[in-house]
Structures are given as C-alpha cells and as structure tokens.
C-alpha cells in the first residue's frame, strides 16, 4: 500500500529526523515539475538529497520511524543480523560520532538467558581496551530496548573478506593471526576468555587493522588484585 505525499510527511515529521519546516524549505527550492507527487517519490528524493539514507526512508516509509532513535542516537542503516539481535550504524546526535549498536530484539529481552548473555558481554567489553579489540563506549536500555555502544569499524569480517576476495596470501594469513592473537592475549590478561573466535568475529580494516569482536560468548574471571 503506497502512502500519500501528506502520509508521509507526517510519518517524517513524527521520526524526529526532518522537521516539516526544514522539508518545506527544501522542497520550496525545487522547480514544480520536480515536485514530489506521492510519498514514495519524495522518500527516493530525500535519499537521493542525502537527506535520509535507504533505511531510514524505508522505515519511515513503513511507520516505524520512531525505531530510527535509540536515546542520543540516530540509526542510519542495518549493519547485519545475528543470533540475539542487530548490529546497526548510528550517529550520536550531539558529538556526531558515527557508532555501531549491537540491540537486542524483542524475541531475545523475553528470553532471561540472552538478556544474561547480553549482559555478559557488556561487561566483558568494558574491561577492554585494545587496538585489535572493538572498543565498547556504552551500553543503555531505551523504552525496554538494551543496546551496545561500539565503535564503528569500516571494513569486512575476515569470512566475508575471503569470500569475496579468495585464499589469503600465507604473509597477510599470518599478519591477520598475529594480530588477532595481540587482542586475545590483551584479553586474557583482563580475565576474558572470548570462546567464540571465528574469522566472522575478526574485523579487517580498509587499512588491514584486524579487530576482536563479539564477546557474547565470554567468559569472565576475576582479575589479579594488582589490575582490580
């Protein structure tokens, strides 16, 4: 079912993410011929003006834009899926940092064992800072929503890398251990054992920076009394 222009520009107004007077400037600059005529040309506009990015707009487009806030945070597109939630781009809305969030669905918080699990590794994160581990800035619940707060790292897991790119050479194969090995061991002196180390949970920068991630399968051991 296609939304009529007025549709859609409350559902835009009620996102919070374009004010009606900000849209009606824009739109004013425009020439008539190239005035949106329904909802979903002026959600393609808004897109193709870097107004909205594809997933905002679509979920604008299907009432869901109250989803697009998560407290300080604007989600800007679906980084991926997995077991107990969604890992997604967002900008915080005062500093402007980009960010991913790790949230988890609806399924998974009625589901004491993976909010204990989420819970896990929130604290597992907070022990650790490392240049070949994702480094974890905040972990919040918004409206019932629990959420991470990691850094944002441009780049593919090593899975998706060699899939689409073949058989790393042996020099960059043992570059890649050599680093994710750097993260573990920093890891381990923290009393986290990551239990879960797979090359979809190894992270290559477009520079080749390899980062730990995903420590929702951790396990934490009570540090020395010296690193307490």
Known sequence: MSNSLEQFRAQLAASGLVSSEELSEWLDGQPEDQQPADGRQLAQWLVRQRKLTLFQAQAIYQGRGASLRL???VVLEKLGVGGMGLVLKASHQRMERTVALKLLTASA??????VERFQMEVRAAARLTHPNIVTAYDADEVNGRHFLVMEYVPGQDLATYVKDR???DVNEALDCIRQAAAGL??????????????PAN???TLEGLVKVLDMGLARLH???AEQA
């Open 71 to 73: 407290g300080n945070y």
């Open 109 to 114: 918080i009625s589901t004491k064992s993976a």
């Open 166 to 168: 073949g058989t790393l």
């Open 185 to 198: 061991a920093y890891a381990h002196k923290q009393g986290v054992v990551h239990r879960d180390v797979k």
């Open 202 to 204: 190894l992270l290559r």
């Open 222 to 224: 009570a540090l020395p």
